[in-house]
C-alpha cells in the first residue's frame, strides 16, 4: 500500500484516505508519498479517454487505496452536468499557441476541478466513529472559497467555514461567498491579506487544545479544502493529461512529444500539479510559474532565496496576491530527494525569519523543470488588450498574467506551449473592461452586460444571477479572533 507522511518527518504514515480526511500533518508540514511516479499513465491510450476516462486513469494511479469503483463513482459525481462544457477542460488555440480553459465549472474558476470532487473524497473516507462531522477550514484569496463552499454545501456529515480577506477579493467573488446557500456553510471576512488569514488557519490546525474541545464537545475533527489538502491536488494533474490528449487528438504533436506549460500560480498548487504530472510520464518540457507583483515565487526561483519580507500588493488578480506559496513545500520535499530535515529547517526559517535559502544544488535541479515570469498590473493590462487585439479573445487579469509572461519568454523550436486559464473573465469584468479601454459602469453586474456585448460571448448565469441573491454573511473579524469564531461555528453546527 502507497502511504503517504509530512514533508517534515516520515515517522506517521497514512494512508492517501486518511491524509485527505485529515487536510494537513500534525506536525505542520503536507501530505506527500515517496512512490510519487513510481506507476506511470500510458500517454498513447489517451486519446481513446474522454476527460472521466483519463481522470479515473489518473486519480488510479496517484490514490491507490481508492477503489476503481469508488474512483468511478467520484468522477461521475464531480464532472457532470454541472459543467457547460463536455470537454470539462476544453484545449483552444491562441495565435501560435494554446490556451486550456479551467473556468466551466459552477464557480467559473479552475478551483471547480478539485473542489467538485474533493467532497466526493471526503464521503468515502474512514471515520473513526460514524457520527463524527467533518468541518472543512479554508482561507481563500478570491476562488477557493466559492469552489469549496459550492463543493460541500449541504453534503451530510461536512460543515464548511471559509475566511477571507477583507476588501481584498473582487465585488463578484465577494457575492459568490456572501450569498451562498447550505445550512452547513459559514463565511467570515478577516482584516488583513491572504497570508494572514493562512497562517492563522494553518495555526488553528495544529491546536490541539482546539482539537480535544472539538472532539469531545463537537464531535467535529477539522481538515482543509485548500491545495496543502493533498485531496485538492491531486485532481489538478488530470488536466495537464487531458490538455496532452487534446494536442494529441489534434494531431499537434506525437505521442512523447514534449509540451511547455505556463501557469499563473500563488499558492503553488495549480503548477505543482504539472510536475506531478511529469512524475507520472507526461513529456512536460517545461513548467513556467506566472506571478502578478506579489513576485516572491519569481524571486525564489531566480535566486534561490525565498522572502516574504517584503510589501503586500493589492491587485487586479486577487487570488495570485500571495506571499507565503504553501505548495513550494511539496516541490521542495521532492527536489530534496526527501530530505525531511532540510525541509523542517526551511519551513522553521520561514516562521521565524520570513525567509529561506535552499542549497544550490537543489535550486539547480528545481531551474531544469521550472521557469518563471511575472507581470505589473499595467502588464497584465496590456496582456488583456493584447490578447483581444490579435485573437479577438477576453482573458482574465490571472490569465494575463501567464499570457504577458510567455509572451517574454525565449521559446524553444517544436515544442507547442500552453497557458492555463484559471478564471472566467466574467469574474473581474471591471478589471477586464478597464484595460480594454472601455469605459467602465457603475456595478459590475453592468459591467458584465457591457463585456457580453464587446465580445459576443454570455456571461456564465450563476455570475450574473448574483446581481439580486442575498447576502447571508456579513461578520468581519481580527486574525487573533478566528480561532475563537471556528470553535463557535462548529458548537452551533453541531446542535
Excluded at 385 to 402: G, L, S
Aim: proline share 4%; with cysteine.
Amino acid at each position: 500500500m502507497e502511504l503517504f507522511h509530512s514533508t517534515r518527518s516520515t515517522a506517521s504514515q497514512v494512508t492517501s484516505k486518511q491524509a485527505i480526511r485529515k487536510g494537513i500533518a500534525s506536525d505542520g508540514g503536507l501530505f506527500v508519498t515517496d512512490s510519487l511516479g513510481e506507476k506511470k499513465v500510458d500517454i498513447a491510450g489517451l486519446t481513446d479517454l474522454d476527460y472521466q476516462g483519463i481522470a479515473r486513469t489518473v486519480l488510479g494511479a496517484l490514490l491507490p487505496d481508492f477503489t476503481e469503483e469508488e474512483l468511478a463513482d467520484c468522477v461521475a459525481g464531480a464532472y457532470g452536468e454541472q459543467w457547460d462544457d463536455a470537454a470539462i477542460t476544453p484545449l483552444k488555440p491562441l495565435g501560435d499557441d494554446f490556451i486550456l480553459e479551467l473556468f466551466h465549472g459552477p464557480t467559473s474558476a479552475f478551483k471547480d476541478v478539485a473542489l467538485q470532487i474533493l467532497p466526493r473524497f471526503m464521503a468515502r473516507t474512514t471515520a473513526s466513529d460514524a457520527d463524527e462531522r467533518i468541518m472543512i477550514l479554508t482561507a481563500t484569496s478570491g476562488d477557493t472559497g466559492k469552489a469549496a463552499l459550492a463543493g460541500f454545501a449541504d453534503v451530510p456529515g461536512t460543515g464548511i467555514t471559509v475566511f477571507y480577506p477583507d476588501g481584498k477579493v473582487s465585488e463578484v467573488q465577494h457575492l459568490q461567498m456572501a450569498t451562498q446557500k447550505g445550512a452547513n456553510v459559514q463565511v467570515c471576512a478577516v482584516r488583513g491579506n491572504f497570508d494572514d488569514a493562512q497562517s492563522a488557519v494553518k495555526s488553528i490546525f495544529a491546536d490541539g487544545e482546539l482539537a480535544w474541545d472539538l472532539e469531545n464537545n463537537a464531535h467535529t475533527v477539522l481538515s482543509s479544502a485548500n491545495s496543502i489538502n493533498v485531496g485538492r491536488l491531486v485532481p489538478q494533474v488530470v488536466y495537464y493529461f487531458a490538455a496532452y490528449a487534446q494536442l494529441l487528438k489534434r494531431q499537434e504533436i506525437n505521442a512523447g512529444d514534449e509540451v511547455e506549460f505556463c501557469v499563473p500560480t500563488g499558492n503553488f498548487g495549480d503548477i505543482l500539479a504539472g510536475y506531478y504530472a511529469q512524475r507520472l510520464g507526461l513529456p512536460v518540457s517545461k513548467l513556467i510559474v506566472a506571478s502578478d507583483k506579489n513576485n516572491v515565487l519569481f524571486d525564489f526561483l531566480t535566486t534561490g532565496t525565498y522572502d516574504r519580507n517584503r510589501p503586500f500588493f493589492t491587485t487586479i488578480s486577487p487570488s495570485m496576491d500571495i506571499l507565503i506559496s504553501s505548495n513550494l513545500e511539496r516541490m521542495l520535499y521532492y527536489f530534496a530527494d526527501g530530505d525531511t530535515k532540510l525541509i523542517s529547517g526551511l519551513m522553521d526559517s520561514l516562521a521565524t525569519t520570513g525567509r529561506y535559502d535552499v542549497p544550490a544544488d537543489v535550486l539547480a535541479k528545481i531551474r531544469k523543470t521550472f521557469g518563471a515570469g511575472w507581470a505589473d498590473e499595467d502588464q497584465v493590462r496590456a496582456a488583456i488588450k493584447d490578447c483581444w487585439d490579435r485573437n479577438h479573445y477576453v482573458i482574465d487579469p490571472h490569465t494575463a498574467c501567464a499570457y504577458h509572461t510567455l509572451a517574454t519568454t525565449p521559446r524553444t523550436p517544436g515544442v507547442p506551449r500552453v497557458i492555463l486559464s484559471t478564471a472566467s473573465p466574467y469574474k473581474f469584468p471591471r478589471a477586464v473592461l478597464e484595460a480594454l479601454g472601455v469605459e467602465a459602469p457603475a456595478s459590475d453586474f453592468a459591467c458584465m452586460d457591457t463585456l457580453s456585448q464587446l465580445s459576443g460571448t454570455t456571461a456564465p448565469a450563476a455570475l450574473r444571477g448574483l446581481e439580486n441573491a442575498e447576502v447571508r454573511f456579513t461578520d468581519v473579524i481580527d486574525v487573533p479572533d478566528m480561532t475563537g469564531y471556528v470553535r463557535d461555528t462548529a458548537m452551533k453546527m453541531a446542535e
